[in-house]
């Protein structure tokens, strides 16, 4: 499963750290990788690998981190981007995992909104929740402020809000559903 958190640092730095666990037959691996949006101050991050320049969406922020790069920087585009790209680079998604792109995006819009820190979980289906101070009736608002038309269009796919299924688990659990999208 991977796991996706807003560290809620200064409101000029949009940062995404990404840890996973795996429960397959391989060995457990574990590790952090840090996205950063341009126009902020970059603390320090000694010994860490560092993009050369600032990227922009999903496809060119998985490439760099498949690179091994510990921390990339990218410029202020699709807010779902760095939670696809991230997506793309742990379970190895391509374009021809609609369902799998669809819902990262959904799960990356709804922590994009989210005031604070939050958590993601985000599985190699798509299916995700989200850790927050918030209900499911808060992030389905901000969820279809994001849908122009009703539907969200990224590079890689396109999701209608008519498919996004959201659950509450608990107060502060957002369960999203598996969601269908449209191939671009």
């Known amino acids: 499963m991977l796991r996706i958190g807003t560290l809620g640092s200064a409101p000029s730095v949009g940062v995404v750290a990404c840890g996973w666990r795996d429960s397959g037959p391989e060995p457990l691996a574990t590790g952090i990788k840090l996205i950063y949006t341009l126009g902020g101050p970059l603390p320090e991050l000694p010994g860490l690998r560092i993009a050369p320049g600032a990227l ?22 699709c ?6 790209a991230a997506g793309m680079w742990h379970y190895g998604w ?3 995992d609609v369902g799998a792109l669809a819902g990262a995006t959904v799960a990356g819009l709804a922590l994009a909104t989210q005031p604070g820190v939050c958590v993601a979980e985000i599985g190699r289906d798509g299916r995700s929740s989200i850790d927050g101070q ?51």
């Open 79 to 84: 807010p779902a981007a760095p939670v696809v």
């Open 134 to 184: 918030m209900s499911a009736a808060f992030v389905r608002a901000r969820l279809a402020a994001a849908f122009s038309g009703g539907r969200y269009r990224t590079p890689e796919v396109t999701v209608p809000l008519e498919a996004v299924r959201l659950s509450e688990d608990t107060p502060c659990r957002i369960r999203i559903a598996p969601t269908p999208g449209i191939v671009v």
């Open 94 to 96: 391509t374009r021809r």
């Open 56 to 77: 922009r969406g999903a496809e060119q922020i998985a490439s760099a981190l498949l690179q091994g790069l510990d921390v990339v920087i990218t410029e202020p585009a």
